[in-house]
């Protein structure tokens, strides 16, 4: 059985539509005095809506018939009556819309279904606009019209309402036409009109722009319309205009000139100093600083004087180098190589002691199976160098080293080079007496 609830919102619990004529008085609860809805009968005869009878039953489920005050038991005294339900669904009903001129006539059954499509029950519209109360049947009429219906910008085909589509064309849209207000002309797009506008790149002739040889000095700004005549007119000013500014900027141009040639020249100094460093630092990091030193002498035609690399005693110490000079000394006919151990100003001298006395050996590096050619050169009383050179004048050494022969020879002249070992070391600090010192003097340079 259909379940008709059509008036169960005003809180009545039979139903309260519209019937046709007034119906039985059987059909009537004696409780609620509607159309009973989901009728029950109980076992003193008498029928209620099932809903009225159950609210007078008290906890236990006991009920007092309110026609003739028979008690029953709701659990198994009460009944469906299935065909007193069906006899009142089969009522003639009117549509609720019937005031509003609805025609509609069925049977209580239909009567939800019917409401459900009634062309005159009022309806809010859709698109949620102030209209709440439309009848169905004008609702599509309304939502064609109404003013919150979606429409799309027929320029840029954006979404709005219909509402709002006039201030978006009038406002935001990109693509809406506008007209020049400068020159007049029309369909331009919104987005566009600046690019009409521009100075440099728009098109629109009445705009204002500076005289291209503006860069040049000239000063004219006018309508773009009229600078191709301006221009042909001031041919001359302009040409004028471009000679100074050629002449300006040739003065600029050897100015600039200058300047580079004066960082060319920092540069080159930078460069000389850089170069410099350089070398110390190759210098140094050749130096000796233990007093040892294997020197090779790479002999080469000409050549009578070679100098060994310096080195230090020690670190600080004092700073030496060897000088070998290739037929130095005759004596009888005889030519002889000279050896000298040489001082020079050293980088630590201002951290050591002056005079100092030093022994320096010196071996000739023989190949097999010569024992190796050995001296030692003794330098005593070696005084503070002042200047670069002044070492030279206190050198000490041998006059007679070796025999030139004997040096040349595959005995320690290997492929044209010759092998020194050197070592050095201090042993007195201090002056001598000048006893001593005499006899060193005469020492100096002595024949061994
Ligand atoms: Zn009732
Ligand atoms: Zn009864
Ligand atoms: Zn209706
Ligand atoms: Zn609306
Ligand atoms: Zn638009
Ligand atoms: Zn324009
Ligand atoms: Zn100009």
């Known amino acids: 059985m259909a379940s008709v609830d059509a008036a169960s919102q005003s809180g009545v619990p039979g139903y309260e539509a519209v019937f046709d004529a007034d119906p039985e008085r059987k059909y009537v609860c004696p409780v609620c005095l509607t159309v009973m809805k989901d009728a029950v009968q109980t076992s003193c005869g008498h029928r209620f809506c099932e809903t009225c009878i159950r609210k007078v039953a008290n906890r236990s489920g006991m009920c007092k018939c309110p026609v003739d005050n028979t008690w029953f038991d709701t659990e198994f005294e009460l009944f469906p009556d299935v065909a007193i339900r069906r006899e009142i669904l089969s009522l003639k009903v009117k549509c609720e819309q019937h005031h509003k001129d609805c025609t509609w006539t069925g049977e209580l059954r239909d009567l939800e279904s019917h409401m ?8 809010p519209c859709e698109y949620g606009c102030a209209e709440n109360s439309i009848r169905r049947k ?23 309402t219909s509402v709002d589509l006039t201030k978006h064309q009038l406002l935001d849209c990109r693509k809406f036409p506008v007209v020049c207000s400068l020159c007049g002309k029309s369909r331009i797009n919104r987005e566009d ?44 000013l302009h040409l004028t205009c471009m000679e100074q500014k050629v002449d300006s900027q040739d003065r600029q141009i050897s100015s600039l000139d200058k300047t580079v040639q004066e960082l060319i020249g920092i540069l080159e100094k930078k460069k000389i100093n850089f170069e410099s460093v350089v070398s110390q630092l190759k210098e140094s990091q050749m130096m000796s600083y233990n007093g040892k030193q294997l020197w090779k ?6 050549t009578n004087k070679y100098r060994s690399r310096s080195f230090y005693t020690g670190c600080p110490g004092y700073k030496l180098h060897v000088s070998l000079e290739l037929n130095g000394h005759t004596e009888s006919g005889q030519s002889y190589a000279s050896l000298f151990v040489i001082h020079e100003k050293g980088q630590f001298d201002e951290e050591l002691f002056f005079p100092f006395s030093a022994s320096c050996g010196v ?8 024992r190796s050619h050995e001296t030692i050169v003794t330098c005593t009383a070696v005084p503070r160098c002042r200047t670069d050179t002044e070492g030279f004048r206190c050198q000490r050494g041998r006059l007679r080293f070796i025999k030139m022969e004997e040096l ?19 042993f007195q600090l201090g002056s001598f007496t000048s006893e001593h010192h005499t006899v060193s003097r005469q020492v100096l340079g002595t024949l061994n």
């Open 116 to 123: 459900t499509l009634c062309e005159y029950i009022e309806v």
């Open 138 to 160: 004008d609702l599509s009429q309304h939502l064609e019209t109404c003013d919150l219906r979606p429409v799309s910008c027929e320029h840029c085909n954006s979404s709005t």
């Open 193 to 236: 009109i600046s690019c009409h506008l521009n100075e440099k790149s728009g098109d629109c002739p009445r705009v204002i722009i500076p005289c291209p040889y503006q860069k040049y000095g000239c000063q004219f700004a006018g309508r773009r319309e009229v600078m191709a005549s301006h221009e042909k007119e001031a041919a001359h």
């Open 297 to 302: 002498v790479k002999l080469v035609s000409g």
């Open 363 to 370: 071996s000739l590096l023989a190949v097999r199976p010569t």
């Open 408 to 426: 040349l020879s595959d005995a320690y002249c290997v492929e044209n080079c010759l092998y020194l070992e050197i070592s050095a070391h201090v």
